[in-house]
């Protein structure tokens, strides 16, 4: 919505495909106790976005084995 506040926690490389980088997103929403992460990506002229609310860790731990 309007009022959701994000930022941009890192960038991270896919260790299966070398030319996948995606962007890992940190995202509140207003009521919201633990954020929402979100990881975005292009590949192959198509954009992809995964949305989750679960650890950061393994956020980052699905960006590294993005695999096609």
């Known amino acids: 919505s309007q009022n ?6 890192r960038k991270i490389s896919s260790e299966l495909v070398s030319d996948i980088k995606m ?4 995202i509140y929403e207003e009521g919201d106790k ?3 992460y979100t ?3 292009e590949y192959k002229n198509v ?3 995964l949305f989750g609310k ?3 860790e ?5 960006a590294e084995n ?3």
């Open 4 to 9: 959701d506040k994000g930022k941009e926690i």
């Open 23 to 26: 962007t890992l997103w940190e």
């Open 34 to 36: 633990k954020p929402t």
């Open 39 to 41: 990881l975005s990506w």
């Open 47 to 49: 954009y992809y976005e």
């Open 54 to 56: 679960l650890p950061v």
């Open 58 to 62: 393994e956020m980052e731990v699905i």
């Open 66 to 68: 993005v695999l096609y």
